[in-house]
T-cell receptor
Framework: GAVVSQHPSWVICKSGTSVKIECRSL??????MFWYRQFPKQSLMLMAT?????????EQGVEKDKFLINHASLTLSTLTVTSAHPEDSSFYIC????????????FGPGTRLTVT | GQSLEQPSEVTAVEGAIVQINCTYQ??????LSWYQQHDGGAPTFLSY????GLEETGRFSSFLSRSDSYGYLLLQELQMKDSASYFC???????????FGIGTKLQVIP
């Protein structure tokens, strides 16, 4: 089946620093990737939709200058949290679709970010 | 925009059947998905309904009524490992973007 990996699985950083999270589709080409944020005991909130070779589409209320998304290839998308603050601490999950019109999203294992 | 409603918590006994309901409001409904998420883990896909009716996959079934903007996930022969959060998610239009409900935390007890 389709496998999506994320790296790192967890990260602790200091306020003001930047953190990059990688999302890779391991055995398929992902034309579209999605980035979600999930706070404890809450739902997945879509942050942005990322298409290979084009600018990401951000959801309302998500700062594009703070959450930089790059989808440079059909197997890799990155999310960079810039100038991180404690309120950015969350579980960040990416997902990918195969682009064949299918409805299933394949999720990565998530990255737990803690900003101190 | 879209909004989805589902119960926040459900408790059921091992071996029993449980139904998790989901109602939605959306401007351009395309399909309803269900995902399972264990604590600390990533969501995994369970089922998808684009048309009215029941879809069965092993112990799990999903139902959709487009006219009622309503769907449910049915879990049969509950096992302890089924304890998890279950999210309904609406796909809008032809895009693959989905909006997730708040999730229903299912606790299976002996």
């Amino acid at each position: 089946g389709a496998v999506v990996s994320q790296h790192p699985s967890w990260v602790i950083c200091k306020s003001g620093t930047s953190v990059k999270i990688e999302c890779r589709s391991l055995d398929f080409q992902a034309t579209t990737m999605f980035w979600y944020r999930q706070f404890p005991k809450q739902s997945l909130m879509l942050m942005a939709t990322s298409n290979e070779g084009s600018k990401a589409t951000y959801e309302q209320g998500v700062e594009k200058d703070k959450f930089l998304i790059n989808h440079a290839s059909l197997t890799l998308s990155t999310l960079t949290v810039t100038s991180a603050h404690p309120e950015d601490s969350s579980f960040y999950i990416c997902s990918a679709t195969t682009g064949t019109g299918g409805h299933e999203q394949y999720f990565g294992p998530g990255t737990r970010l803690t900003v101190t | 925009g879209q909004s989805l409603e589902q119960p926040s918590e459900v408790t059921a006994v091992e071996g029993a059947i449980v139904q998790i309901n989901c109602t939605y409001q959306t401007s351009g409904f395309y399909g309803l998905s269900w995902y399972q998420q264990h604590d600390g883990g990533a969501p995994t896909f369970l089922s998808y309904n684009a048309l009215d009716g029941l879809e069965e996959t092993g112990r799990f079934s999903s139902f959709l009524s487009r006219s009622d903007s309503y769907g449910y996930l049915l879990l049969q022969e509950l096992q302890m490992k089924d304890s998890a959060s279950y999210f309904c998610a609406v796909r809008e239009g032809g895009y693959q973007k989905v909006t997730f409900g708040i999730g229903t935390k299912l606790q299976v007890i002996p």
